[in-house]
């Protein structure tokens, strides 16, 4: 079939002009590609956005995990009570600087 309805009613020289039409446009078929491309290269980043994104939540739930540690053992041993204390507080800072820091990555990538 050439692509042309057979319902039309086509005027004398109306099918050699469309004789050279071609059933898909070029420019269509490209726009498509690139879209499909598109729509993947979205998926992927996004893929890898969570992963991130949970990386760094699981990084802020290991300093509070070492923070609690610390702060146990500085009840139990009072030769180092001062030092573990204090390596407790440092823990808890490094967490609360990594959950606002993958609060602000999380707002960067959506």
Avoid at 11 to 32: C, H, N, T, V, Y
Avoid at 44 to 51: A, I
Avoid at 83 to 107: C, G, H, P, V, Y
Wanted: glycine share 4%; hydrophobic share 35%; with cysteine.
């Amino acid at each position: 079939s050439s692509g042309i309805n057979a319902e039309w009613p086509l005027r004398p020289g109306d099918e050699a002009l469309l004789s050279g039409q071609k059933d898909k446009d070029e420019f269509f078929i490209e726009r498509r590609t690139f879209l499909e491309d598109y729509h993947l290269r979205i998926k992927e980043t996004t893929k890898k956005s969570e992963s991130l994104s949970a990386s760094t939540n699981g990084l802020s739930f290991d300093y509070m995990q070492v923070a609690g540690c610390l702060a146990l053992l500085s009840t139990r041993d009072p030769s180092l009570q001062r030092f573990m204390a204090q390596s407790a507080i440092t823990f808890e800072s490094l967490q609360k600087l990594q959950k606002r820091t993958s609060t602000d990555e999380d707002l960067k990538l959506t």
